[in-house]
């Protein structure tokens, strides 16, 4: 079967996570033909070496790619590298502190197969029925005005400008042009998005 959907991970740090996340983010997807993409943002703490040994093995038998850059970059850096692997239809962006449950990632999926409209579709923690969690009371904060100055600039209607589960029709990210290498990253390629005058649709996550 052809593969559809590409999964990009960035890590960084995440030794203690990092196997329930893998685990999870695998079960999660295992009917589906996908292909992960991996890329270690310079992690010091055994993250590396852990992908090194384990991703050959629990992925033996599947369409996987693992990229280790020796130096911390930042996320955007790391996605940057990432998409430069992609293929299929679509491509997930799920981050790997189980801050977003794969689960959800596999949601956004399942909609836009059912809606061959929707070229960007992002998961968002402030809407829907999910169960939520909230301890970073000024990170929040952030992210709300972030939003909001989006939204007022770019003629877009969406809750989480910095949701870290997303996706995205590949032809579409063919044509940014991503520059950013820090978290900034989130509101550089909804920017492009924008300015490619494409609507960003949102669905509720935890």
Known sequence: MKTNVSIIVPIYNE???IERFINKLKSTFDNVESKFIFIDDGSD???QKWLEKNIPIIFENKNYKLIILKKN????YAVQKGLEHIVGSYTIFIDSDLEYDPVDA???YDIVRKNDNITALFGSRYIGGKLQLRRH???????RIN???FNLLFSQSITDLHSGTKLIENKLLKKLN???????????ISTQISKNDINIYETGIS
């Open 15 to 17: 030794i203690n996570l």
């Open 45 to 47: 703490d055994g993250t």
């Open 73 to 76: 970059k930042g996320k955007g």
């Open 106 to 108: 596999l949601g956004l």
């Open 137 to 143: 009371f000024l990170n929040d904060i952030a992210v």
């Open 147 to 149: 939003t909001w100055i």
């Open 178 to 188: 991503l520059t950013l290498n820090g978290f900034g990253h989130e509101i550089d």
